[in-house]
T-cell receptor, first 112, second 115 residues
């Protein structure tokens, strides 16, 4: 019961912005959008990136743009570096639901 | 800095033996921890929810008698793979929930290889 759909892969030029789309058309009013990534060069380490409910969010790692109808969102890495090469996972869940269901994610390759 | 640690980082064992993996929360208390498994080229799959002071909650299809979970303190949860077989070879990863938005922070994983 995949709640999100993401492109399988995408390439990005180093120094440019990477825009990662995620569709979550069945998102409910209480569900947040979370983004995680896994950098394989660091073993299986998963890292939390950012989350949002309906407003756009920005932190030191990324920005999250959520459409007004909340049916889709975009993770933005403003200045991609080679170290951003990773698999990025978009997850929606209720704040009180601790469980995370990881799909296949988007494999992002940043090229020099 | 790291929020969650795991030990060992990798282990190789013979078929039929048991292996214990530790997950520790660093500098904070965690009443709930999660255990995941990731096979090569597959997504992370939740195995069980570890609750401090009570029994773990297992996901469907995960054998509780094979994967023993003990959450004896607020900073430590252990996963014991009993009578390990080669098909149990995988990355085992734990996580804890922190923050007002219940973000999950993951440990670095333990690579289990069963010969």
């Amino acid at each position: 019961d995949a709640k999100t759909t993401q492109p399988t892969s995408m390439d990005c030029a180093e120094g440019r912005a990477a825009n990662l789309p995620c569709n979550h058309s069945t998102i409910s009013g209480n569900e947040y959008v979370y983004w995680y990534r896994q950098i394989h060069s660091q073993g299986p380490q998963y890292t939390f990136l950012i989350h949002g409910l309906k407003n756009n969010e920005t932190n030191e790692m990324a920005s999250l743009i959520i459409t007004e109808d909340r049916k889709s969102s975009t993770l933005i890495l403003p200045h991609a570096t080679l170290r951003d090469t990773a698999v990025y996972y978009c997850i929606v869940r209720d704040l009180g639901d601790y469980k995370l269901s990881f799909g296949a994610g988007t494999t992002v390759t940043v090229r020099a | 800095g790291a929020v969650v640690s795991q030990h060992p980082s990798r282990v190789i064992c013979k078929s039929g033996t048991s292996v214990k993996i530790e997950c520790r929360s660093l500098d904070f208390q965690a009443t709930t921890m999660f255990w995941y498994r990731q096979f090569p080229k597959q997504s992370l799959m939740l195995m069980a929810t570890s609750n401090e002071g009570s029994k773990a909650t297992y996901e469907q299809g995960v054998e509780k008698d094979k994967f023993l979970i003990n959450h004896a303190s607020l900073t430590l949860s252990t996963l014991t793979v009993t009578s390990a077989h080669p098909e149990d070879s995988s990355f085992y990863i734990c996580s804890v929930v922190l923050g007002s938005y219940n973000e999950q922070f993951f440990g670095p994983g333990t690579r289990l290889t069963v010969l």
